[in-house]
C-alpha cells in the first residue's frame, strides 16, 4: 500500500526517506562572504576591537620578560655571584606576572566582549531572515536544515567565540611577539626556530584544506539525520499503520552512521595533524639548543642569553598547540557561520520605486494562524479573489492542480471539500500566497494583487512580475492600507510563550486591552480568558499555562479578528478540536469571518452546507460549484459525500442543524 503526498501526488508514507541530494537546502555563504560578513559585524566595533588587541598586547609583551629574566638568573649563577643579587630578579617575575595576569584578564574580558556583542547581532540577523522565508523554500529544504542551523551551529559559533576566540587570539600574539624577542636576543637563534615553520604552515594548509569541507559535510550529516529523525517522529502514527518501523530505523541508522563516520574521519584528520607538529616542535628545540651551545662556545652569548632562547622556544609549544588546538575548533566554527551567513544574507524587500506610494511587505505568519500572502487594498469590494488557470505541482512532472479557475465574490463565504489527495490545501495555500504557483494568476481586488510565478511585484491597477523579489502591495496609488489583505488559520497553529495578550497582539502590535477583550468575545474566548489566573496577563505557552487544542483554535480565530483582512482562508482551522468543541469552534469561525470574503477548507461537511456556495475538487480540479441543495440534487461527487457523512441516503437532501450531526467521519485534505 501506498499513502498520497501533499495533494493527490502518490508517493510514500509520511516519513519516507528523502535523501539530501534530493532536498534544496538553504544557502551557504562561501568563505569569503563569510570573512566579509565577519567584517562587517565588527566594523560599527572598531574602538572596542582595538582596545581588546593593545591589551593583549601588552600582556603577551610583558609575560615575555620571563625567559630573560630567567636567564639573568642564570648568568648571576654562573659568575658565582652572592645569593643576594638574584633579588632584584625574582621580585621583577613576580612584578610581571601580576601586571601580565590583570593585563590578560582584561583583554580577554575586552574580546570576549567583542565576540559576544557581535554574535548577538548575527543572531538577530539571522532569526529576522529566517522568519522571512518563503514557506515552501523551508518546505523544500526540510525542517531539519533550518533546526540544525538554529541550534547547533549557533552553539557551535556561540562557543567558539566565548572561548576559542579569546584564546586564539592570545596564543597568536604570543606566537608573533615570541619569535620577535628571540631575535632580538641574537637573530642566529631566530632562524634557528625558522626551521619549524615550513613543516608547521605546511601542515597547517594541508588541515585547513581538507578540515573545511570534511566540516562543511558533517554540518549537512547532521541536517539531515536531525530531518529524518523529524521525519519519522512526525509521521510516527503513518509508519505503525504500514508496519515500517524497522525500515525507518534503518534509515535513521544510516543518517546517524553517516554522522559518526564523517565524525571519525575528524578525528583521524586532528591525530594525524598532531604527528605532523610534533616533527616540527623537535627538529626546531634541536636547530636552537645547537645554535646556542655553539654560540657560547665561540663566546657570541652567555649562558644565560643561551638559556632564554631556548625556554622562548619551548614556551611557543603551549600557544602554538593551542592556537592549533582552537583552528580546529575555528574550522568547525567557520563552517557553522557559514551556513547562519547563508541564511542571514538572504535578500530584503525591495525598496520602494521612485515617485510611487511606500509599498507594504505582507508575509505569511503560517504557524501563528494569521498570516498574509497576498494583499488589496481598501475600498468598495474589496476581497474579491480571482483565480486563473492555475497549475500547481510540488515536483516537476507531478502536478497537483491542473487549470483551475475560481471567483470568490467580496464578502463570499465559499466551501471548499473533497476526498483526501483533492488539492485542497494546495489551493488553499496558493491564494494566501504560502506558495507561487507553477503558472497561472491570484488576483485579489482592488489593487490587483497577483501571484505568479517567480517573485511578485504589485503595482495599482496592474500586475508586474519582476523575479527575484518580494510580494509588494499597493492600494490604488494611494497609501497601502495597513494591516493584513489575505489571513490564513490552519490547525497547526502556535501559542508563542509569553503573556496573552502579547500573544494576540501578534495581529494587531498597537491594540489595547479592550480591543483583545473584544477579538475573544467575538469568538466565544473571552470567558476562560478572563478566567485565567492573571487574565490577559497569564503566561501561555511552553512553560506557562497550558491552552486547549480548541482553546489554541479560538486564540488563532482571534488573532484574525484583530488583523481585520478583508479575505480569509480557514483551513481546517477547527480540526484539532475533536467532537466536544467542533460545535463551539465553528460558530467561533464563522463570526471570525463574518463581513469577509472566506474561503474554508471544510473537513466537516456540516461547515460547508452552511457556506454561500460549495466548491468540490476531485484530483486537482474543480469538478462542482454550486450551493448545498443545488448540489445534493445534482447527485453527484458532492451528493456521495454527504450522503457518506450523513450516513442516509434519504436525508442527503436536507441542509443539517447542529442538534444532528455526526462528527466521527471527516472528510480530509493532507
Request: some cysteine; charged content about 20%.
Amino acid at each position: 500500500m501506498s499513502d498520497l503526498s501533499r495533494d493527490g501526488t502518490p508517493g510514500a508514507p509520511a516519513g519516507t526517506e528523502h535523501p539530501s541530494s534530493e532536498r534544496e537546502l538553504l544557502p551557504t555563504a562561501t568563505q569569503a562572504r563569510t570573512r566579509a560578513a565577519v567584517r562587517e559585524l565588527i566594523r560599527p566595533h572598531r574602538r572596542l576591537a582595538l582596545g581588546g588587541f593593545a591589551v593583549l598586547v601588552l600582556a603577551t609583551g610583558v609575560g615575555l620578560l620571563v625567559q630573560p629574566l630567567l636567564g639573568r638568573i642564570v648568568d648571576l649563577v654562573a659568575d658565582h655571584r652572592p645569593p643576594g643579587s638574584v633579588t632584584t630578579p625574582v621580585l621583577l617575575l613576580v612584578l610581571v606576572a601580576l601586571v601580565q595576569g590583570a593585563a590578560t584578564m582584561a583583554g580577554l574580558a575586552l574580546v570576549s566582549r567583542l565576540g559576544e556583542t557581535v554574535l548577538a547581532r548575527l543572531r538577530e540577523r539571522f532569526v529576522e531572515k529566517a522568519l522571512r522565508l518563503p514557506l515552501e523554500q523551508v518546505e523544500k529544504a526540510g525542517a531539519g536544515d533550518l533546526t540544525a542551523r538554529v541550534t547547533r551551529d549557533v552553539s557551535v559559533v556561540g562557543e567558539a567565540v566565548r572561548s576559542a576566540l579569546p584564546e586564539l587570539a592570545r596564543s597568536l600574539l604570543a606566537i608573533a611577539l615570541t619569535l620577535v624577542a628571540m631575535a632580538a636576543l641574537d637573530w642566529r637563534f631566530f632562524l634557528a626556530a625558522l626551521i619549524a615553520v615550513p613543516v608547521q604552515a605546511s601542515t597547517a594548509r594541508w588541515y585547513v584544506r581538507n578540515a573545511v569541507p570534511l566540516y562543511a559535510e558533517q554540518r549537512i550529516a547532521t541536517g539531515a539525520q536531525q530531518q529524518q529523525l523529524l521525519d519519522t517522529v512526525a509521521g510516527a502514527g503513518t509508519v505503525r499503520a504500514f508496519r515500517l518501523e524497522e525500515e525507518h530505523t534503518a534509515r535513521v541508522e544510516r543518517r546517524s552512521s553517516a554522522a559518526v563516520e564523517l565524525t571519525l574521519r575528524g578525528v583521524r584528520l586532528v591525530l594525524d595533524f598532531y604527528n605532523r607538529l610534533h616533527v616540527a616542535e623537535y627538529a626546531g628545540l634541536a636547530a636552537v639548543l645547537v645554535t646556542g651551545f655553539l654560540l657560547v662556545r665561540d663566546g657570541s652569548v652567555s649562558i644565560g642569553t643561551a638559556t632564554a632562547a631556548a625556554l622562548y622556544f619551548h614556551s611557543l609549544f603551549a600557544p602554538v598547540n593551542s592556537a592549533l588546538v582552537l583552528l580546529d575548533d575555528a574550522q568547525s566554527a567557520t563552517a557553522a557561520l557559514a551556513r547562519l551567513v547563508g541564511v542571514a544574507d538572504q535578500p530584503s524587500p525591495e525598496p520602494p520605486e521612485a515617485g510611487r506610494a511606500p509599498d507594504t511587505d505582507i508575509d505569511t505568519e503560517h504557524d501563528s494562524g494569521a498570516g498574509a500572502g497576498a494583499a488589496a487594498g481598501a475600498g468598495a469590494g474589496a476581497g474579491t479573489v480571482t483565480v486563473t488557470d492555475l497549475h500547481h505541482a510540488y515536483e516537476p512532472g507531478r502536478p497537483v492542480l491542473h487549470g483551475v479557475d475560481l471567483t470568490l465574490r467580496a464578502g463570499e463565504r465559499v466551501a471548499l471539500v473533497g476526498v483526501s489527495g483533492a488539492g485542497k490545501t494546495t489551493l488553499a495555500k496558493l491564494i494566501a500566497g504560502v506558495h507561487r504557483p507553477t503558472s497561472g494568476s491570484v488576483r485579489v481586488t482592488p489593487g490587483s494583487v497577483r501571484v505568479t510565478p517567480g517573485s511578485v511585484r504589485v503595482t495599482p491597477g496592474s500586475v508586474r512580475v519582476t523575479p527575484p523579489g518580494p510580494v509588494r502591495v499597493t492600494s490604488g496609488g494611494a497609501a497601502p492600507r495597513e494591516g493584513l489583505a489575505v489571513a490564513l488559520v490552519t490547525q497547526e497553529t502556535h501559542v508563542f510563550a509569553g503573556p496573552l495578550a502579547d500573544d494576540l497582539r501578534l495581529a494587531r502590535p498597537g491594540a489595547g486591552d479592550e480591543e483583545l477583550r473584544t477579538a475573544l468575545a467575538a469568538v466565544d474566548a473571552l470567558d476562560w480568558a478572563g478566567a485565567l489566573p492573571d487574565g490577559l496577563d497569564t503566561v501561555v505557552g511552553d512553560g506557562g499555562h497550558r491552552l486547549t487544542p480548541a482553546q489554541v483554535q479560538q486564540l488563532a480565530l482571534a488573532r484574525l479578528v484583530l488583523a481585520d483582512p478583508p479575505v480569509a482562508v480557514l483551513d481546517e482551522a477547527t480540526a484539532e478540536a475533536g467532537s466536544t468543541g467542533a460545535r463551539l469552534l465553528e460558530q467561533a469561525a464563522d463570526r471570525a469571518v463574518e463581513g469577509r470574503t472566506a474561503l474554508v477548507v471544510a473537513h466537516r461537511l456540516t461547515q460547508a452546507a452552511t457556506a454561500d456556495r460549495i466548491v468540490v475538487m476531485d484530483g486537482g480540479r474543480i469538478v462542482e460549484s454550486g450551493t448545498h441543495d443545488e448540489l445534493c440534487a445534482a447527485a453527484g461527487p458532492y451528493a456521495s459525500l454527504w450522503q457518506a457523512w450523513s450516513g442516509t441516503r434519504d436525508t442527503a437532501h436536507r441542509t443539517p442543524t447542529h442538534h444532528h450531526r455526526p462528527d466521527t467521519t471527516t472528510v480530509k485534505d493532507h
